[in-house]
């Protein structure tokens, strides 16, 4: 297993660096932090999803993965993390949100896995996921919020659902920024560092 941070800031070249590791081989966990951005699934309709005017005007870059799942907003507040590795045909087989789970719980969080792949605390979104396979690897990657702007998440996923034609639809959600579950008080930089640590510590004690 490698952890590996990337430098990268853009959306569009963190997706780029999964698909590269997803082709190659080994076992990979990527963690990034992407600047504002919107990810939008692979069979979902865009203008049903997101407001383009909104995004545009703020900047935003809106992208498209080659995974499916919902869509979901990204800034400087969020630390992403994506589990690469040989697998089945059914990544959602196995729970691939166990080492996120485990690591947030070892930083006193008391985080739970859901039946689509979401991580939740006391009942609040913390974490949407997505996954896919290609040549009997798996790639499961999912956006954790620490400290995001809700404001700009919501106002940047406010799409026309009346142009979701046969797109797929996100499925909503209370949601929640995990700085505020924290016992102690952190920066979105620490809490990176605290969380690749114990995904260090889970690795060792559960190599896959």
Request: glycine residues 12%.
């Amino acid at each position: 297993m490698e952890i590996v941070w990337s430098e990268r800031r853009r959306a569009a070249e963190n997706l780029a660096l999964e698909q590269e590791l997803l082709a190659g081989g080994g076992t990979w966990m990527l963690l990034y932090i992407n600047d504002p951005s919107v990810v939008v699934g692979r069979n979902q309709t865009l203008e049903a999803e997101v407001d383009e005017a909104y995004c545009r005007r703020e900047g935003i870059e809106v992208v498209r993965r080659q995974s499916g799942g919902g869509t979901v907003y990204h800034d400087g507040g969020n630390v992403n993390y994506a589990l690469i590795c040989d697998g089945g045909q059914r990544p959602l087989d196995r729970d691939y949100t166990a080492p996120v789970v485990w690591a947030l719980r070892r930083m006193g969080v008391g985080a739970r896995a859901g039946a689509r792949g979401e991580i939740t605390v006391d009942g609040l979104k913390v974490s949407g996921s997505a996954s896919m396979v290609r040549r009997g690897r798996v790639l499961f990657h999912g956006t954790l919020l620490f400290s995001a702007d809700l404001g700009a998440l919501d106002a940047a996923l406010r799409g026309d659902a009346s142009r979701r034609g046969k797109g797929v639809a996100s499925v909503p959600g209370r949601v929640g920024n995990l700085r505020e579950m924290l016992p102690r008080r952190l920066t979105v930089e620490q809490f990176a560092e605290s969380l690749k640590a114990a995904l260090t510590e889970y690795f060792s004690e559960h190599p896959m």
